[in-house]
């Protein structure tokens, strides 16, 4: 799902680094943040909502919506929209509200 | 607590232009900006803007931020620049409270701070709206533009103004089918030329439509859409089913407020500035002496409207700070004779409506 190419823009995408979602290795560039990383992995769905536990996407790319937070190396409530990918991070899928540690 | 004379919350256009016009006013700045790169929605604008020669009309949006961070260049020292860095509050002492990264918090006191946060994408109500695939055009034009990264492979879009017709353009660019652009309204709202691109791809442009569902199970398996009549109702026995994975929403933008809000400044609901927007007065200054804003935070419009106001709120904000501009008088009536040319057509004419509601007298 990456563009190879592109009539104006060229991407130069930094090193590659592997990742896991939910245990299943992946890989991605540095310099993207998670949340485009995991959707050139072809997964649409970062989580559930917190009530009805319905499935959640993300929304606006730009911090603002939260509709894309998951859990990262443990940390819960993470937007992955604005945070950037690093080498051999553990991403979950969120199910509930989260807890702090 | 850091020191600067000017604060500025936001480097998209207008707090760029803000940051330039308050230096050279002679006053120190500090951008602080969410981002991790300053230009704001010109990050993603790989189309020519249109406009005026002032506001670099003909040039890709994407090319503008450097041209603006060349005028900042020179000032050296006197300008800092935060990325990665997120304002979280103006307290009622004056003091600007804002995120580093993910962990170190930061307070400022500065003598007057300008707010150009620009906006956020507005959602739009239907059976199903929050099912992953359904995202803001402006996100799909994130990923694609600076990540390099396609939504999907069939995307329905809803919305026929600009952003949703360019965004559909840069869809196909980016080697992704569109498979319709649907509109509520009975005419197309963005420009002739963006609509005739894509016509000409081949791409229906269905006005007096709307999508009352979305289907799928975990993620956007399909949409149904409507014809409607002219008074915005679905019309029964219309409904259509399109096979699509991802929903483009591009029903407008809202100003981004709540900095403002929590600040106390009185804010007032004027749907030709398109949501809820600081009261001001002509000098660019909200109800809260030395909080000024510029672009879209005041009312959503163009980025070439956005760099004028900065302009000229960041000369206002200067002033008040201690640092009146030489020809200062000269100056002001020339960036007001520009936005006035702007907003010269149809659409300025609504933006104007509008800032006549908002605007005070003094
Ligand atoms: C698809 C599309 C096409 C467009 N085409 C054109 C065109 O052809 N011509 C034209 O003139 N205009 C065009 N525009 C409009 C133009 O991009 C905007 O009007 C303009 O960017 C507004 O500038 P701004 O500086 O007010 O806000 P923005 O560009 O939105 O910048 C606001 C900045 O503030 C930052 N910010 C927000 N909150 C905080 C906070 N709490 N702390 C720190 N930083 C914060 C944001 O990260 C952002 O960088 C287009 C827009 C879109 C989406």
């Keep these: 799902m990456r563009i190879e190419e592109h009539p104006i823009l060229t991407f130069e995408r930094g090193k590659e680094l592997t990742f896991y979602l939910d245990g299943e290795e992946m890989k991605g560039y540095e310099g993207e943040t998670i949340q485009a990383a995991i959707h050139a992995n072809k997964v649409k769905l970062l989580g559930y909502s917190s009530e009805l536990k319905r499935p959640r996407g993300f929304y606006c790319a730009i911090g603002n919506c939260s509709s894309c937070m998951m859990t990262v190396d443990g940390v819960a409530n993470v937007k992955t929209c604005t945070t950037l990918l690093k080498e051999g991070m553990r991403v979950e899928t969120q199910k509930d509200k989260g807890v702090l540690r | 607590m850091r020191e600067t004379e000017v604060l500025i919350i936001g480097g998209g256009p207008a707090g760029l232009c803000a940051a330039v016009s308050a230096l050279e006013s002679g006053a120190s700045v500090t951008i602080l900006e969410r981002n991790r790169r300053l230009g704001g929605q010109l990050v993603k604008q790989t189309h020519m803007f249109f406009g005026s020669k002032e506001q670099y009309a003909s040039f890709r949006g994407i090319d503008i931020p450097a041209i603006l961070l060349e005028k900042l260049e020179k000032y050296g020292d006197k300008l800092r620049v935060e990325t990665d860095c997120t304002a ?91 498979v319709a652009v649907l509109d509520a309204a009975p005419k197309i709202g963005g420009y002739c030329v963006h609509a005739s691109k894509i016509r000409r791809a081949g791409v229906p442009i269905l006005v007096s439509h709307t999508v009352t569902r979305a289907l799928g199970d975990k993620t956007l398996e399909g949409a149904i859409v409507c014809e409607m009549d002219e008074k915005f109702n679905v019309i029964e026995g219309t409904e259509k089913r399109y096979d699509c994975d991802v929903m483009c929403i591009s029903v407008g933008l809202t100003p981004l407020t709540e900095l403002l809000g929590m600040a106390g400044c009185e804010m007032k609901y004027v749907p030709e500035l398109s949501g809820i927007v600081p009261a001001r007065n002509k000098a660019y200054m909200t ?49 007001e004779g520009q936005l006035a040319k702007l907003r010269g057509g149809p659409s300025g004419a609504h933006i104007l409506r509008g800032i006549q509601k908002n605007v005070k007298e003094d």
């Design chain 2, 88 to 178: 979280l509050g103006i307290y009622e002492d004056g003091v600007v409270t804002a995120l580093f990264g993910e962990e170190r918090y930061v307070k400022y006191l500065p003598k007057a701070i300008v707010v150009a946060t620009g906006a956020s994408e507005k959602a739009l109500a239907f059976e199903n709206n929050d099912l992953p695939g359904i995202y803001g055009a402006g996100a799909v034009q994130t990923l694609m533009n600076v990540y390099g990264v396609k939504p999907g492979n069939k995307v329905l879009m809803v919305g026929a103004g600009n952003i949703g017709l360019i965004v559909s353009y840069q869809l196909m660019q980016a080697g992704v089918e569109v």
């Design chain 2, 287 to 335: 109800s809260r002496d030395g909080i000024f804003v510029a672009g879209d935070v005041s009312g959503i419009e163009e980025a070439s409207a956005a760099m004028v106001e900065g302009y000229l709120a960041g000369l206002h904000c200067a002033a008040y700070a201690g640092y009146k501009s030489e020809n200062f008088a000269q100056k002001v009536e020339d960036l």
